[in-house]
């Protein structure tokens, strides 16, 4: 018989127990009346030899009793009782659990989310992004990205590599869909072969792009992202096979990628093949983002050392046209350094994200540090009644026990609003959607995540039951009964652990302070720095992007950009408008020109002369104060930034 | 904690005694505790309640089972039979209770101490 059944035959057992106790003090007496015996004087002789029926039966029924579960329900009930009789100090003590936990529980599901789950690919380990840097190019490669992949290289890797499954490179920008309703700008991204075999998700209708899909003179394909399929599709599996206009060019949509897929980081609208031309890349034009995924078995090291075996394959075949030397680029020293892509769609977040957490931890000690006084406050004033039942013979054990079931339930209850409150929190900060948390749409409150609120909930339930429990529920409470009755002055004793968590509490809240102190601060600072234009909030900002194929002459985009800035400037309010390319502070995308001085000799061309260069025109520079020479609208004037000459 | 009927018994020697009785024949809890009484001479003075939570417990642990039954008297009762598990246990009892009154009685016997 195992405990469940025995659970429910428990209730069998006691009945049969008072029928054969019955059953046997009938046979006793029969027994007794047939030797002669008046039924009253048998009664009452088999009354004696048995006992105490009452007794007995009790005795019996203990056997089955399962002891501590049941005490354990029934402090459950007093808890429960406990704290509905005190509504202020249950709110209170809910409150500021509900309120500790539930910031710790929506940060832990952001931590959870960005840092410790997998990235949504199959196999999600084995994907590397290709990182490279270039420590010899004196500051043009050392930023964040590292120096990107040209298409040459892709083409080297691609064909010359021994660590890898599949390889592949992307990159992102804006696309102009026309002829379905408005003419829309749209998120999109060009991918090479090989990165969708290495991201290795299956599209939800339809095909990848193939081989044949990247040859630049073949038809042209396109693949849509889910959202994008939704909005316009209506999700229609029938899409396959039309036609979309995208920058102009009649595109066959052959695919539709499965809702949440992104590449790396970047969401996007439409995907196109990149379709390099083989026979128009040179060695440079490092713009396209490399992702990779290891063969089994493959380590980091190993592949690094591939790729390093394959840089002076890359600089062997390709050339940066007649006259350049193609082993230059060794002054650059070229290294790859490749990186978990996980790392690389999460960046340096994860630091962050840790300081928070770490400084969530404190304000959930310092909510348990407050309602452990709440706690203690409260207990003292139940110095009589634990005192009584001390007296009556409820072992210190069994007192504590209550104590912290009750606390424990405190606990529970804090972490089920608190968990509430945690998902409040997620869908207003998913919704708000700050620009610069990786994997923002992944994050939501999962299974681990209220694993974790559950943990913290019966810890800091513990936690902050303990200590009063202890202090006063210990053997010697029994004296108090006297002391509690009729005094209700409070010795030193008493205070200090009290004192204890107040100077706990004000130093965690100063650290605090400090903290948030100095964030603010450099929030502060951060405001401060000299943006390079004045009077931001007249600055209006409208990105446009002109397809090659509707422009094909250079005056053609001169004009058709004067076209539009004509227009824009009639439009009232308008005091003036311009061009850019990239826009101040926005960090550099990589556009790259070689410049020269007309009155210098070069013996070489040296790339180093290339530049990070930005596309100026007309008004912009009235727009910033002082970034820019106002000589620099005249077509054909260039200012450079002084520093580098 | 008081098991009024173990007072003048050592604990577990009721359950021995229900087990070895059990053994030689299945009875119901009258039949039980009168074979007791009437083998051991009436010199053990057992309450006969007590017999029964001794008996849950040994139901508990699954060294007797329990059916309703008819008795010799015609009465509907409850009959307790040894199982296997209770034989086994029964032999273990009785060899390391033999081994403890082996103890006591040399250390009781005069002359020898």
Redesign the interface.
Known sequence: MNWLQQLFSRRGQYEALSEEIQAHLDEKVEELVAGGMSREDANHVARREFGNPALTEEDGREVWRWASIEDFFTDIHHGWRSLRHNPVFTVVGLLTIAIGIGANAAVFSVVNSVLLKPLNYPHSEQLVSLHQIAPGAAGLADFENGLLLSGSMYFTYAKHNRAFQALGTWDTGVANVTGLAEPEQVRGIGVSDGLLQALAVPPAVGRWFTAEDQDPHGPQRVILSDGYWRRHFGADRSVIGRNLMVDSHSREIVGVMPPGFRVANEDFDVMVPLALDRAKLILAGFGLHGIARLKPGVTMAQANADIIRMLPIWMDSWSNGPGSNPHWYERWKITPQLRPLKQEVVGNVSDVLWVVMGTLGLVMLIACANVTNLLLVRIEARQQELAVRAALGAAWGRIVRGLLVESTMLGLLGGALGAVLASAGVHFLVAMGPANLPRLQEISLDGRTLAFTLILSVLSGLLFGLIPALKYAGPRSSLELRSAGRTFSVSKERHRARNLLVIGQVAMALVLLVSAGLMIRTFQALRTVEPGFTDAAHLQLMRISIPESLVAQPEMVTRTQNAILDKLAAIPGVKSVGFVNVMPMEGFESGWDEIYAEDKNYAEAIPSRCAFSNMVRRDFCRLPERAWSPDATSPGAISTNSARW | MK???QRDLFPGALEMMILRTLKRQPLH??AL?QHIKRTSNDLLQI????L??A???L??E?LVK?EWGI?S?N????IYTLTPAGAKRLEREVSSFERMLQGITQVLAPGKA
């Open positions: 098991k009024s009927a809890g009258y505790v309450e006969e309640g007590s029964y939570p008996l849950q417990r139901l508990k699954e329990a008795s008297t009465r509907r009762v409850r």
